[in-house]
T-cell receptor, first 114, second 115 residues
Framework: DGGITQSPKYLFRKEGQNVTLSCEQNLNHDAMYWYRQDPGQGLRLIYYSQIVNDFQKGDIAEGYSVSREKKESFPLTVTSAQKNPTAFYLC?????????????FGSGTQLSVL | KQEVTQIPAALSVPEGENLVLNCSFTDSAIYNLQWFRQDPGKGLTSLLLIQSSQREQTSGRLNASLDKSSGRSTLYIAASQPGDSATYLCAVSHAGGTSYGKLTFGQGTILTVHP
């Protein structure tokens, strides 16, 4: 089955630690996105990539970093500089940068601080 | 800056009712609008996508309308069922410039359909 796989489902971070969230897709999609969701709020864009080896900051990029070395993979690192990392993180992809294409989402990673 | 608002924040209805969820946006220069469904602890599933040139889209018991000039969209659910219980989010795509490819989401409407 084609789709987007996020792992792990639950992740705990210690003070001062960097953690990496995985996002893999086998849909052959060019564009990939990372969103953060806080309770009772809509999704906010962290980073997005429209092609391999290229990515742009979203609205809340501070304290996060990404890479796009392969088309299928778009990992997100939550660094120690992110002071309030507890949230539900969602990865999404789109076939190409054409806005007429639907966005597909993974099942999410819940990150909590110990 | 685009802002998207959804009303009501929560809605509880008996099974079988027809219901309307509302979404409004402040900047009418959008490319399209999408409605998503999210089950607790899960990702989002795209329900309907309306291009800015369209007035409505239909899928089964769902109908979404778009009035771009007034900055509004509605999601109509006919003959609601307990399985429709979820959070419904709307999102607008920006028309261009440096915001190309970005979506702005509303905060969602939590729908509960009880038997």
């Amino acid at each position: 089955d084609g789709g987007i796989t996020q792992s792990p489902k639950y992740l705990f971070r210690k003070e001062g630690q960097n953690v990496t969230l995985s996002c893999e897709q086998n849909l052959n999609h060019d564009a990939m996105y990372w969103y953060r969701q806080d309770p009772g709020q809509g999704l906010r864009l962290i980073y997005y990539s429209q092609i391999v080896n290229d990515f742009q900051k979203g609205d809340i990029a501070e304290g996060y970093s990404v890479s796009r070395e392969k088309k299928e993979s778009f990992p997100l690192t939550v660094t120690s500089a992110q002071k309030n990392p507890t949230a539900f993180y969602l990865c999404a992809s789109r076939r190409n940068r054409d806005l007429g294409e639907k966005l597909f989402f993974g099942s999410g990673t819940q990150l909590s601080v110990l | 800056k685009q802002e998207v608002t959804q009303i009501p924040a929560a809605l509880s209805v008996p099974e079988g009712e027809n219901l309307v969820l509302n979404c409004s946006f402040t900047d009418s220069a959008i490319y399209n609008l999408q409605w998503f469904r999210q089950d607790p602890g899960k990702g989002l599933t795209s329900l309907l996508l309306i291009q800015s040139s369209q007035r409505e889209q239909t899928s089964g018991r769902l109908n979404a309308s778009l009035d771009k000039s007034s900055g509004r969209s509605t999601l109509y659910i006919a003959a609601s069922q307990p399985g429709d219980s979820a959070t419904y989010l709307c999102a607008v795509s920006h028309a261009g410039g440096t915001s190309y490819g970005k979506l702005t989401f509303g905060q969602g409407t939590i729908l509960t359909v009880h038997p």
